[in-house]
C-alpha cells in the first residue's frame, strides 16, 4: 500500500472551513425554503468537505464526465449539503442555494438527475447501496477504468434489507473501487437508531459480509482523509467507512438532541450561524480543489442502434415459449453491441436469460435471489450510457422491488425488465408464482413501455425494440408455449396494434396478449363455424396503447370487444382499453380477466376454470352481440 502522507495544517485547516461553509449553507436554504434537512446536512459535512475536495477526482465543469469518480447520496434528504458542496466546488453559484425546493429550481427537496450532477434520484431510502455497486461493478468488469464510486449511507436507512443485500453483492464480486460510507450519527425521524453509536457493531456486521471496515470520526479531516487513502489502496473487497457523527454537529444546544429532524432551525439560525463563522479561519475564497487529476480512461461507447444479429427463423404454427425466445434475442442483440448485459436473480434457467450465459458469461450478471439489489443494480450500471441492462426474473417477483423500480422512472434510468411465467397459464406452481399484478405496476411506472409480444417473432422484435426505447421497459413473455403466428419479416412498432385477423363481416372485435390472443384466435374460428365473424387484435404493446387501430376497429364492426387478459380485472390490458374508449360513444367493450384467487392446476385447466379461454370468449361474443 502506497506511504499516507499526513496532510499539512493549512490543508486540514481549509477543509474544515469548507465543512462548515456547508452547514451554513445547509441552515440557510432549508430555512429559505422553511423546510428540509439541516442536521442531517450538518452531521456529513465533513465526509463531504473530504470527499469533494481532497478525495474524489472528477471535472467541474463536466460532472459526469464518463472517466469521473461517481457519488451515490443514498440519504437523499441531505440534498442540500450536496448541492452546497457543488456550490462551492464552483459548478453553480451559491446563491442559487437560496432557490432550494422552489418549483422553478432543480434543487429539489431529494436529488434527481435533473440536475447534472446527479446521476440517480434519491431519498426513498436503502436504495442508494445497489445503484453504486451497479456503477462500481461496470466500472470494475467492462469499463476496467480507475474511477471510484463512493456511496454515502444514513444509519436509520441501514436498517433495509436491501443494504444488506448491496454490501452482499459488492463483497461477492470483490469490488473493492466502491467505498461505502456509513453516517453514523445516532438519531433517526423520531428516535434514536436501532444501534445509535454502537459503530463497534456496525463493524462486526461488515466484516461477516466480507468486507474491509474502518471506524473513524466522522468530524475528524484527517482520520477521513486516511481513510479514503486506505480504501483506494485496500485490494479484492470493498471498504466501508463507519463514521460516528453527530447529528446537528456544530450547532449549539442542538447538537446530537432529539426532535430536530427534517426542519428548518428558525429562529436558532442567526445564533447559529454566528458560531460557525467564529470557527472558520481563512477569510475569502477557499483555495482547497480536488487534489489528484482525472485520469481519462474510459473508453466511449456507442449504445444506440442495436439490432438483431440476424432475424427470427420461425414457421408459422411452431410452438415456441416466448421465453424461450427472450433468450435467442438477447443472444443476438448482445452480438450486435458488446454492452448488452442481463441481469438475473438465479431464475436464468426459467427466464432463459441463460442464453447469455453461455454466449458470453463476462455478460450476465448474477444477482441471487434479492430483487431490490437485482434492479438497484442495474439502474447503476445504466448510468451514464455505459450499458444497455436486461433484467429478468418471475413477474411476479418484481413486485418486490416496485419501489426501486418506481425510484429507477425518477432517475430517468433505462433499464429493460423482462418478467416470465405470468398468469394462471403458468400451472401447476400455483398463486405465489403467478404475476396478475405486473401490468398494473408497470402502467404505473412514468414513461414506461411496456411490451406483450404474441408469439416468438414478437417477443425477438419487442427486445430489439426495447433496447433502444427510453425510459423503463417491461416485456412480459410465458411460460407455456404458444404458436408462431407472425412472418420472420413482419414489422413492429411501439405503439402500434396489429390486426391478426378480420373480413368485412366482421361483428365483434377480440383483444388479448400472449395466451390470451392465441385464445381469441381460436376463439374467432369457433365464431366463424357458428357464423359469426370476429376480428382479432394483438396490441403488442400495452403502454404506449395503439388507441387509434383499437377505436376504429371496433367502430368498424359495429362497436362490440372483447379483452381476455391472463391478468387481474384490475390495471391490465382490459383497463388501458377502457381508458382508451372512455369518451367514444356506442362502444361497448366486455372484459374477460381473473376475478379471484386462483389455484394450482394445468394450464388448460386453469384458462378455463377461470373464464379466459376461447371457450368464454366465444360465449361473451355471443352474449354481447345480444346488446
Request: aromatic letters at 8%.
Amino acid at each position: 500500500m502506497p506511504n499516507y502522507h499526513k496532510l499539512e495544517a493549512k490543508v486540514i485547516q481549509e477543509l474544515k472551513d469548507i465543512a462548515n461553509k456547508i452547514r451554513i449553507h445547509s441552515i440557510t436554504s432549508t430555512q429559505a425554503a422553511k423546510s428540509g434537512h439541516p442536521t442531517s446536512c450538518s452531521s456529513i459535512a465533513e465526509i463531504l468537505s473530504v470527499l469533494f475536495f481532497h478525495t474524489m477526482r472528477y471535472k467541474v465543469s463536466v460532472p459526469r464526465d464518463p472517466s469521473s469518480d461517481r457519488f451515490v447520496l443514498s440519504k437523499g434528504h441531505a440534498a442540500p449539503a450536496l448541492y452546497a458542496a457543488w456550490a462551492e466546488a464552483g459548478l453553480f453559484p451559491v446563491a442559487d442555494l437560496q432557490n432550494l425546493r422552489k418549483f422553478n429550481s432543480d434543487l429539489e427537496g431529494h436529488p434527481t438527475p435533473r440536475l447534472s450532477f446527479v446521476d440517480v434520484g434519491t431519498g426513498s431510502l436503502g436504495q442508494g447501496l445497489a445503484i453504486a455497486g451497479g456503477m462500481a461493478f461496470v466500472g470494475k468488469n467492462y469499463d476496467k477504468a480507475n474511477y471510484r464510486v463512493y456511496c454515502l449511507i444514513g444509519d436509520g436507512e441501514s436498517a433495509e434489507g436491501s443494504i444488506w443485500e448491496s454490501i452482499h453483492f459488492a463483497s461477492i464480486y470483490k469490488l473493492d473501487n466502491i467505498c461505502i460510507i456509513f453516517d453514523v450519527n445516532r438519531l433517526g425521524q423520531s428516535q434514536e437508531t436501532s444501534m445509535g453509536h454502537d459503530v463497534e457493531n456496525y463493524r462486526r456486521k461488515l466484516e461477516a459480509f466480507g468486507v474491509h471496515a474502518i471506524i473513524v470520526d466522522g468530524h475528524d479531516v484527517e482520520e477521513l482523509v486516511k481513510a479514503f487513502h486506505t480504501a483506494a489502496n485496500t485490494k479484492g473487497k470493498p471498504t466501508a467507512i463507519v463514521a460516528k457523527t453527530l447529528k446537528g454537529k456544530n450547532f449549539p444546544k442542538i447538537e446530537n438532541l432529539d426532535n430536530w429532524h427534517g426542519k428548518p432551525l428558525g429562529a436558532e439560525s442567526d445564533r447559529v450561524i454566528e458560531h460557525l463563522n467564529t470557527l472558520i479561519k481563512n477569510s475569502g475564497p477557499l483555495q482547497v480543489h480536488p487534489q489528484k487529476p482525472l485520469k481519462d480512461d474510459v473508453v466511449p461507447v456507442d449504445i444506440t442502434n442495436i439490432k438483431l444479429t440476424s432475424p427470427p427463423d420461425y414457421k408459422i404454427g411452431d410452438n415456441v415459449a416466448t421465453r424461450v425466445a427472450y433468450g435467442t434475442a438477447l443472444v443476438k442483440i448482445a452480438q450486435n453491441n458488446p454492452r448488452v448485459i442481463a441481469l438475473d436473480g438465479d431464475m436464468k434457467n426459467s427466464t432463459f436469460s441463460e442464453s447469455l450465459l453461455k454466449f458470453d458469461a463476462a455478460r450476465y450478471v448474477e444477482c441471487f435471489i434479492a430483487e431490490q439489489s437485482l434492479v438497484g443494480t442495474a439502474i447503476g450500471a445504466a448510468c451514464r450510457d455505459r450499458t444497455v441492462p436486461f433484467v429478468s426474473t418471475f413477474a411476479c417477483f418484481l413486485t418486490r422491488a416496485f419501489d426501486q423500480i418506481r425510484m429507477g422512472a425518477i432517475s430517468q434510468t433505462n433499464v429493460n425488465f423482462v418478467g416470465s411465467h405470468c398468469g394462471v397459464s403458468i400451472g401447476e406452481d400455483g398463486p405465489s408464482q403467478m404475476a396478475l399484478e405486473d401490468l398494473a405496476m408497470f402502467r404505473a411506472v412514468n414513461g414506461s413501455t411496456i411490451f406483450y409480444p404474441a408469439d416468438a417473432v414478437a417477443t425477438e422484435r419487442a427486445i430489439e425494440l426495447a433496447a433502444n426505447t427510453k425510459g423503463i421497459t417491461f416485456t412480459r413473455v410465458n411460460r407455456p408455449t404458444t404458436s408462431v403466428i407472425y412472418a420472420n419479416d413482419f414489422v413492429f412498432a411501439v405503439g402500434k396494434a396489429n390486426v391478426i385477423l378480420s373480413s368485412p363481416k366482421d361483428q365483434v372485435v377480440l383483444i388479448g396478449g400472449g395466451i390470451t390472443l392465441q385464445e381469441s384466435i381460436a376463439a374467432a374460428k369457433q365464431l366463424e363455424k357458428a357464423g359469426i365473424h370476429a376480428r382479432v387484435i394483438d396490441p403488442f404493446t400495452v403502454k404506449p396503447l395503439d388507441k387509434e387501430t383499437i377505436i376504429n376497429n371496433i367502430k368498424e364492426v359495429g362497436g362490440r370487444a372483447i379483452v381476455t387478459e391472463d391478468h387481474y380485472y384490475e390495471g391490465g390490458l382490459g383497463d388501458a382499453v377502457f381508458a382508451a374508449t372512455a369518451l367514444e360513444r356506442n362502444i361497448i367493450v366486455k372484459h374477460l380477466a381473473i376475478g379471484e384467487l386462483p389455484r394450482s392446476g394445468q394450464p388448460n385447466v386453469l384458462l378455463d376454470h377461470y373464464g379466459i379461454s376461447a371457450k368464454h370468449i366465444v360465449l361473451a361474443a355471443e352474449e354481447i352481440l345480444k346488446l
